[in-house]
């Protein structure tokens, strides 16, 4: 049985369905591996975050070592399974770097959608503030903006793909949007969000040496782009 993918081991997103997400269920006899899931959190803020109270860390840890095969998708994921659950794992990258991008040229090729030359953006976490950003890059790059977004309830995971993979610039602050994103070979910006697990983006960073891809702040596409 596998254990997989993205945030499953973030204790905040297992809802308390701790049985469910650890595999508790599963009887002895089976194998049970984790194929790179994801804590979301790097060891320093798993250890200060309100879910990780000891009774947890403690329930994780007996559920963990009863798994057969380990692994992580961030590079901080390996020293959280050794120094917090005495465990050994390895890192895998995100599975969708696994597949063949010619698998994802298949499916897209079927898209009609057309945002070639425009500034795409995939904006999980949204405020008013962020506006008056893309009004600003719409100007400064003398394109459209297409909000994805707003779109998601007519698009096909086709038409995401590619219009990641056509436009002009692509502003995120999605994790995958970001490896589609490296995958398609875009010129991106990716807001690092860590509500939504910020120690993904630092493997990211620090695997593919593109921290200039990477913002705190909308603002700093703004001040960045000033200064050239």
Request: charged fraction near 30%.
């Amino acid at each position: 049985v596998i254990l997989g993918s993205d945030q499953v081991l973030r204790l905040q997103y297992m809802n308390k369905n701790y049985n469910k997400y650890l595999l508790n269920f599963v009887a002895e006899k089976c194998r049970k591996i984790a194929i790179s899931p994801s804590f979301g959190l790097d060891k320093k803020d798993f250890l200060v975050d309100k879910y990780s109270t000891k009774k947890n860390i403690k329930m994780m840890k007996n559920a963990l070592k009863n798994f057969d095969y380990l692994s992580c998708r961030e590079i901080s994921g390996k020293e959280l399974y050794k120094d917090v659950f005495n465990l050994e794992a390895d890192m895998i990258l995100d599975p969708v770097f696994l597949v063949d991008k010619s698998k994802y040229d298949k499916v897209l090729d079927e898209s009609k959608i057309d945002c070639s030359n425009k500034i795409v953006n995939y904006i999980l976490d949204k405020d008013e503030s962020q506006s008056s950003i893309f009004e600003y890059l719409s100007k400064k790059l003398g394109t459209d903006v297409v909000s994805l977004e707003r779109m998601t309830g007519e698009m096909t995971t086709g038409d995401w793909l590619k219009a990641i993979r056509d436009c002009k610039l692509f502003v995120t602050d999605s994790f995958h949007g970001a490896c589609f994103a490296l995958m398609f070979n875009k010129p991106f910006v990716c807001l690092k969000n860590k509500n939504r697990g910020s120690a993904r983006f630092d493997s990211l960073i620090e695997m593919f040496e593109i921290e200039n891809n990477f913002v705190s702040s909308l603002d700093e596409i703004k001040n960045k782009l000033d200064k050239r």
